[in-house]
T-cell receptor
Framework: EDQVTQSPEALRLQEGESSSLNCSYT??????LFWYRQDPGKGPEFLFTLYSAGEEKEKERLKATLTKKESFLHITAPKPEDSATYLCAASGGSYIPTFGRGTSLIVHP | EAGVTQFPSHSVIEKGQTVTLRCDPI?????LYWYRRVMGKEIKFLLHFVKESKQDESGMPNNRFLAERTGGTYSTLKVQPAELEDSGVYFC????????????FGEGSRLTVL
């Protein structure tokens, strides 16, 4: 059974304090590793897809990386508007993404 | 371009009653997914439509849940009769392709069963 585990569950940062979120996955035949952002009362919003180990993608202050067992979402000099829940998902042979529980990020001004 | 829309945004019903949730995907998206998030848990897959056909319904909890997608357009998810453990947020997502890629999510329908 595909599994995705995210850590930490919650993270509080000061504005400008860089950090990383972790996503460990166990998926047979990884097809894609996804990062989503979810704001309160909203649906998940797509950020990145990573397909193979060693791949990296960047968007503004966010950078996602992928190894054979885990993915990291690096947040550089975060701002309060980066506060949200960040979800990781992985899909294998069935193409259906399996989600982790998410990391709730709060960035204090 | 309109995104994925879901209705109602919140429904409160008594145990034993019936509720029908509706999802309108992005126009032209053949793939439609239903997911559910129970409080404190991860978002869990329920089922996947390709056009009007159920491609994978392995995540449906039991036969109290019935999903349909008429004409390959909007989809409904009916819960009958509702139980307390059915409470949660039901998300619908759509995508233009079946392969691993971006899912476009709606804002969700929160179901509270009392």
């Amino acid at each position: 059974e595909d599994q995705v585990t995210q850590s930490p569950e919650a993270l509080r940062l000061q504005e400008g304090e860089s950090s990383s979120l972790n996503c460990s996955y166990t998926v047979s035949g990884l097809r894609g590793l996804f990062w989503y952002r979810q704001d309160p009362g909203k649906g998940p919003e797509f950020l990145f897809t990573l397909y193979s180990a060693g791949e990296e993608k960047e968007k503004e202050r966010l950078k996602a990386t992928l190894t054979k067992k885990e993915s990291f979402l690096h947040i550089t000099a975060p701002k309060p508007e980066d506060s949200a829940t960040y979800l990781c998902a992985a899909s294998g042979g069935s193409y259906i993404p399996t989600f982790g529980r998410g990391t709730s990020l709060i960035v204090h001004p | 371009e309109a995104g994925v829309t879901q209705f109602p945004s919140h429904s409160v019903i008594e145990k034993g009653q019936t509720v029908t949730l509706r999802c309108d995907p992005i126009s032209g998206h053949d793939n439609l997914y239903w997911y559910r998030r129970v409080m404190g848990k991860e978002i869990k897959f329920l089922l996947h439509f390709v056009k009007e056909s159920k491609q994978d319904e392995s995540g449906m909890p039991n036969n109290r849940f019935l999903a349909e997608r008429t004409g390959g357009t909007y989809s409904t998810l009916k819960v009958q009769p509702a139980e307390l453990e059915d409470s949660g947020v039901y998300f619908c997502a759509s995508s233009p392709t079946r392969g691993p890629g971006e899912l476009f999510f709606g804002e969700g329908s929160r179901l509270t069963v009392l």
